[in-house]
T-cell receptor, first 114, second 113 residues
Framework: AQTVTQSQPEMSVQEAETVTLSCTYD???????LFWYKQPPSRQMILVIR??????QNATENRFSVNFQKAAKSFSLKISDSQLGDAAMYFC???????????FGAGTRLTVKP | NAGVTQTPKFQVLKTGQSMTLQCAQD?????MYWYRQDPGMGLRLIYY???????DKGEVPNGYNVSRLNKREFSLRLESAAPSQTSVYFC????????????FGPGTRLTVT
């Protein structure tokens, strides 16, 4: 079964600085998707960014970008110019192209210091 | 456009009681999902419905039943609640062809004593 590991339970960053959140996954499949979700105190899950495994180019969404290393099964999230509103739990997720089962990591709590 | 709504927001049950969590979406999405979130763990898929009239088990289906009432609504039922089912429950939906992008509801915090 696929597993997703986030090794950093908590991270902290100074406002306007850059922070990188780590994620690794285990799979034997070649076709899959990876995601980063943000969960603020309101608890609602918000899609931040996604990456298709067949794409070599790293996905970017404004201040959010990923470093996707397929061979190493690594998918880190970089947040540039951190803002106070970025403070939240961040979840890495994996989904096989062949089914609807999304697997999530345990999450990283990000604190942004003013 | 409310997105995905869930009721109730909070619920306390006694062991053995039953209840139904309601979920509705107004985005005309085909697929809907139920997850649970426990402390220190990521979301785990309980059941999903790829389209109206179909439901499938996810990673942790035991102790739950679901009903896809129509395209908008997808309910989760606990027939005989157990303390191990204390969790936060999230409903999500996605449109056909964009199943990789799931929209989540605000969650229901359930406590079973």
């Amino acid at each position: 079964a696929q597993t997703v590991t986030q090794s950093q339970p908590e991270m902290s960053v100074q406002e306007a600085e850059t922070v990188t959140l780590s994620c690794t996954y285990d799979t034997s499949e070649s076709d899959y998707y990876l995601f980063w979700y943000k969960q603020p105190p309101s608890r609602q899950m918000i899609l931040v960014i996604r990456q298709e495994a067949y794409k070599q180019q790293n996905a970017t969404e404004n201040r959010f970008s990923v470093n996707f290393q397929k061979a190493a099964k690594s998918f880190s999230l970089k947040i540039s110019d951190s803002q106070l509103g970025d403070a939240a739990m961040y979840f890495c997720a994996y989904r096989s192209a062949g089914n609807n089962d999304m697997r999530f990591g345990a999450g990283t709590r990000l604190t942004v210091k003013p | 456009n409310a997105g995905v709504t869930q009721t109730p927001k909070f619920q306390v049950l006694k062991t053995g009681q039953s209840m139904t969590l309601q979920c509705a979406q107004d985005m005309n999405h085909n697929s809907m999902y139920w997850y649970r979130q426990d402390p220190g763990m990521g979301l785990r898929l309980i059941y999903y419905s790829a389209s109206e009239g179909t439901t499938d088990k996810g990673e942790v289906p035991n102790g739950y039943n679901v009903s896809r009432l129509n395209k908008r609504e997808f309910s989760l039922r606990l027939e005989s609640a157990a303390p191990s089912q204390t969790s936060v429950y999230f409903c999500a939906s996605s449109e056909a062809g964009r199943w990789y992008e799931q929209y989540f509801g605000p969650g229901t915090r359930l406590t079973v004593t």
